[in-house]
């Protein structure tokens, strides 16, 4: 088999293509400096409708083709267990996981701590709120100790009740973007903003309500 790589890399990439296209798995025998792009892609492509592409991903070595066919192939929360299983460490990052985890949060245990962002951490506990209670230690320091989307998520909730922010919007916030959010006990609606680390009503705000109160007297 190797005889027969080294044949057909003397430049005729086009019946190496042929041969990935027969047999995919030849992917397996030919070394990552050797693998392109395309040929990935054919080799993936090529597999039968009963084998999933999952068996043969571990051997892709580029991120992009490996999201490429996630985002083809990956249907339901099985599959996405079987693609955090296959894809390479070096190969897994942030966005793979993020789609990995919008398919199956419970996939979480699978995926190393050293591309587990707040973002990745907020989508597990908005899929299944109870997973950090019953298991602390998979939070990691950096994003249990710092202010990011996931603690002002658990920040807000703790003080307003409810789980009504999207990423975007909790981004926003953290970028000191102003927002409006009901009070637990009056149901008013009060404009705040995120400063320091610490929630703030904001300033105009607070002007106007000391004036009517002012008026009230």
Sequence with gaps: MEKEITALLSGENDKLLESV??????LRKMRNDVKTREICRVALE???????????????PYSDVCLEILQK??????????????????????EIAEFILEKNPLAFP???????????????????????????????IRVKETVNVFTLSRMLERRFGGRD???????????????????????????MKLE??????????????ERKKGCKL
């Design 46 to 60: 090529s597999l039968s409708g009963q084998i999933p592409k999952y068996d043969l991903i571990s051997d892709v």
């Design 165 to 191: 922010f999207s990423l975007v919007e909790l981004k926003e916030i953290l970028q000191g973007k102003p927002f409006h959010i009901k009070e637990p006990s009056s149901g008013k609606s009060t404009l």
């Design 21 to 26: 296209k027969r047999d995919p798995f030849l």
């Design 73 to 94: 192939y990956c249907m339901d929360k099985t599959d996405a267990v079987m693609y955090a299983v296959n894809i390479r460490d070096e190969v897994m990052n942030e």
């Design 110 to 140: 699978i995926l190393k701590d050293t591309y587990l962002s707040p973002e990745l951490c907020f989508l597990v506990d908005r899929g299944n709120p109870d997973y950090f209670s019953k298991y602390p230690d998979m939070l990691p």
């Design 196 to 209: 320091g680390g610490k929630l703030f009503i904001f300033p105009e705000e607070k002007e106007m309500r």
